[in-house]
């Protein structure tokens, strides 16, 4: 039987902006549906109603409630928690990130047995955003925050007056362009929660990409002498793993072929258009270069262009 | 190490100390006082003060060292030299004979597989030397790992759990970054189980008298969990048969329970004062961390940063650094920073410049541990604000020639452990391995800093070469002051423990390129001979 995977809502957003302070509103309010886990960093500043909690486990970190929730401590790491948690009725984890973790990263982290990441809200201080967003330590950290959001959760909305997000983000980072702006709510909006709980529609996630890789590099082989088919697929298969993604057109006693290969998935299609034959590796830019390898491995019949240890870099993978 | 007397040809001990360093006929005053005997097992050797690594992990090295290694660089282990294998072939002859080895049924572990060496991995690969013993081949950097069919079996991961985007490649066998957490988790009773860990940390006690040492600096008791490892490291590192003491610096947030802030971490640290035994030594010292690690490029680099465009990580905000930071300086501790990157040691700095304004100390002891890359600028702040330097001059040696071509550029890269400006700048600076980042020798450290040679035998940045005095300050007395334990070890002289490193040769006098290849002929821990039979 094929157990159904949960869901996981994870609240990301730099410290001091309100992540706290929203799941002790979400807490007080008793708004949360029933079998919701929420993991959060520490109880210290976690205000539970005495009448809410039904139970709490031995060693204090898992606290029942009364209207069937959990609150857990995030212990040393996320896969540890998740382990501890995967035994309790639950079907749905709301996860409060540490003040430092970039959304995609987290979302990878999230894909681990059992659940899946299905939203990402980020909390912005309304107040002190843009001052933080220059900040020479983490001005970078706070905009990706919020450049890898689905939705954006508006705090100290009273004290701020009002908030816009700036045009243009510094794109002094490659991987800062090209992001639909996510979906803005007030923390005081009545619906979040619900849109929260919710899955997203025209995310900025690309579900199946590592996207905790913050940019993709890319080699490319142009061909020299055609390759036969059944050799083409076994090479395509036994890549170097970290390659991501392959396309391009390669010519065949049978013709050109169109080759597209995202993760395991390879198609060989008979190509309609002329083109140069030769293929694109893409990869993620903290791993290995896989070029030497590709080299050596195709050598029969393609070559590397241009300086491969300067590999091709791509702001985005599409 | 002490500049008074730099040479001697005669040391009087007596209760594990030191009565008096000179020549034998200016002792007669105290030979004449008091019965003795004359011991001239060494007279041919030279006896330095015992080395000492001022930040290794013991609880890291206890998981590690029970496997196999293949490795591309040489490893010098007590239970033999492991050679450098460096091609794919070589790697998998290597997996076969371990294989052949190792008593049928047991699980295999293996550690240093890098692909620049060793090709590409996969399950098929490590498959083909057995489908049937459970095999786990570890990257060198501990990110990512390798299983075949058996080992998944034994670690009950089914392809069905493994969703896109997870960094497992179920069909490779492969776990890499966060998919290294399921990994990790399912291998925990093979890595982590009590008799497993004590036989580990046997182990590192055999590596730690191997290298020479007679004192070490645990630079974050509590990486794991807390209690077990104070428990596993009081039962075995101390007793008669161990050869060296142990500063024990707690991890600044593990030290930390339930809904306990960060200002009840300075009186929680104290109290673990009273644990203290012989050998087993907290102080009033505590590790935080700053910056990501240096070797996955995770540290955190001011401009023009990586080559590739991506950033690095703080591992907490800098506003919880600081509340912590600000918490053990006004209560007088003596604060160990975890800093990589020049933005980390920026940061490190302009927070260290705040406690100064808020309350000014002298002989605070502060130190940046790592010191992976620095700018020149950033030595005289240093200097300025009586901090001192702890560095792990190994990246020089494994990562300068890679992170030229492809993570910060030549000039940088060849920039890295900027060592001999903090000496010209009169900055306390020792050298440290991070064992298990790499080896837990002081003598390669000095080497490494003597020659600035990279694996690829490139010389990067002579002008911040060391002398083979500065190296060798810097693996004694230098790195004493950094664990707090001047007064008692790192240099010879009277009323100091009677801690020896014994060698064949001089490594001030001898070839710089031969440091690393001294043979160690025994230690002497507090007065008490420990041979190296090697």
Request: hydrophobic letters at 40%; glycine letters at 6%.
């Amino acid at each position: 039987m094929k157990q159904r995977l949960i869901p996981i809502t994870i609240i990301s957003g730099y410290l001091g902006s309100g992540k706290t302070t929203f799941i002790n509103r979400l807490l007080a309010a008793d708004v949360l549906p029933s079998k919701v886990a929420v993991l959060v960093n520490d109880f210290g500043d976690i205000n539970i109603d005495a009448k809410l909690i039904a139970q709490i486990s031995d060693d204090g970190s898992v606290v029942s409630l009364t209207n069937g929730c959990v609150c857990c401590t995030l212990q040393d790491d996320l896969a540890n928690t998740f382990e501890r948690i995967s035994s309790l009725a639950i079907d749905h984890v709301l996860l409060e990130a540490s003040g430092v973790a970039l959304p995609n990263k987290l979302r990878t982290q999230c894909h681990y047995p059992g659940y899946f990441p299905q939203h990402c809200a980020v909390t912005v201080d309304a107040e002190n955003y843009h001052k933080k967003r220059q900040d020479k330590y983490v001005g970078n950290l706070v905009q990706q925050q919020v450049l890898q959001a689905d939705t954006l959760i508006i705090t100290k909305l009273d004290l701020a007056g009002s908030f816009e997000l700036p045009d243009s983000h510094d794109p002094g980072r490659p991987n800062s362009t090209d992001l639909s702006p996510a979906k803005q709510y007030s923390v005081t909006d009545p619906q979040l929660i619900y849109h929260l709980l919710e899955p997203v529609k025209g995310l900025n996630y690309k579900p199946g990409s590592s996207s905790d890789m913050a940019s993709f590099s890319s080699c490319t082989l142009e061909q020299h002498r055609p390759i036969d088919i059944q050799e083409l697929s076994d090479l395509l298969a036994t890549v170097p793993a970290q390659i991501e993604r392959i396309k391009g057109f390669v010519d065949t006693p049978t013709g050109l072929q169109l080759i597209q290969k995202v993760g395991k998935r390879c198609s060989i299609v008979p190509a309609d258009a002329a083109q140069n034959p030769g293929l694109v590796f893409i990869y993620p830019s903290q791993a290995a270069n896989p070029a030497e390898v590709l080299q050596v491995n195709w050598k029969p019949w393609m070559t590397l262009r241009g300086n491969h240890l300067h590999s091709a870099h791509h702001p985005e993978q599409s | 190490m002490n500049p008074s007397m730099p040479a001697a040809d005669a040391i009087l001990v007596g209760d594990g100390r030191i009565i008096e360093v000179g020549h034998e006929d200016k002792m007669q005053p105290w030979l004449d006082a008091h019965p003795h005997t004359v011991d001239r097992q060494f007279s041919e050797k030279v006896i330095c003060p015992g080395f000492i690594d001022p930040h290794l992990h013991p609880t890291m090295a206890a998981v590690l060292l029970p496997m196999e290694f293949i490795t591309a660089m040489r490893w010098k282990l007590p239970w033999g030299i492991v050679e450098p294998t460096t091609t794919a072939e070589q790697f998998d002859q290597r997996m076969v004979a371990l294989h052949a080895q190792k008593e049928p049924d047991a699980p295999l572990f293996i550690w240093g597989y890098h692909q620049l060496w060793h090709g590409p991995m996969g399950k098929q690969r490590i498959n083909n030397v057995s489908s049937e013993r459970p095999m786990v081949v570890w990257h060198r950097s501990f990110h990512e790992l390798y299983m075949n069919d058996a080992a998944l079996k034994m670690t009950e991961i089914n392809e069905q759990d493994i969703k896109p985007g997870a960094q497992v490649d179920f069909s490779n066998g492969h776990f890499y970054e966060n998919g290294l957490g399921l990994a990790i988790n399912r291998l925990n009773p093979w890595l982590l189980a009590p008799d497993k860990y004590a036989a580990g940390l046997q182990r590192l006690k055999q590596v730690v008298q191997h290298g020479g040492h007679t004192s070490i600096g645990d630079l974050a008791t509590g990486l794991f969990d807390f209690e077990s490892e104070a428990n596993a490291l009081a039962s075995i590192l101390d007793g008669d048969d161990v050869p060296f003491r142990t500063r024990l610096v707690a991890h600044g947030t593990a030290i930390l329970k339930g809904s306990q802030s960060i200002e009840d971490g300075p009186a929680l640290a104290m109290q673990l004062i009273e644990r203290n035994s012989h050998r087993l030594k907290f102080g009033k010292h505590i590790k935080l961390f700053c910056d990501g690690a240096f070797f996955s490029q995770l540290s955190q680099l001011m401009e023009p940063g990586y080559i590739d465009g991506h950033q690095g990580e703080w591992l907490m905000p800098p506003e919880i650094l600081e509340q912590n930071m600000r918490a053990y300086w006004h209560a007088g501790f003596q604060i160990h920073v975890h800093a990589c990157g020049d933005l980390g040691i920026e940061l490190t700095l302009d927070l260290l410049e705040k406690m100064q304004a808020e309350k000014p100390r002298f002989n605070h002891g502060f130190t940046i541990e790592h010191f992976g890359f620095s700018t020149p600028e950033q030595i005289k702040r240093i200097k300025a604000l009586g901090a001192q330097v702890s560095a792990n001059v190994y990246y020089l040696h494994e990562l300068s020639d890679i992170y030229s071509r492809e993570g910060i550029g030549y000039e940088r890269a060849s920039q890295m452990s900027r060592l001999a400006s903090c000496f010209t700048n009169d900055i306390n600076t020792a050298l440290h391995s991070d064992f298990t980042m790499a080896p837990a020798e002081p003598l390669n450290s000095a080497w490494v800093a003597v020659n600035r040679i990279n694996h690829a035998g490139e010389v990067m940045c002579a002008q911040e070469c060391l002398t083979a005095q500065q190296a060798l300050e810097a693996i004694t007395i230098n790195a004493a002051h950094v664990l707090g334990m001047a007064a008692d070890t790192g240099s010879l002289r009277a009323g100091k423990y009677a801690d020896f490193t014994i060698l064949d040769e001089d490594p001030l006098t001898c070839d710089a390129m031969r440091i690393r290849d001294l043979r160690i002929h025994a230690t002497v821990f507090e007065g008490k001979v420990f041979p190296l039979d090697s």
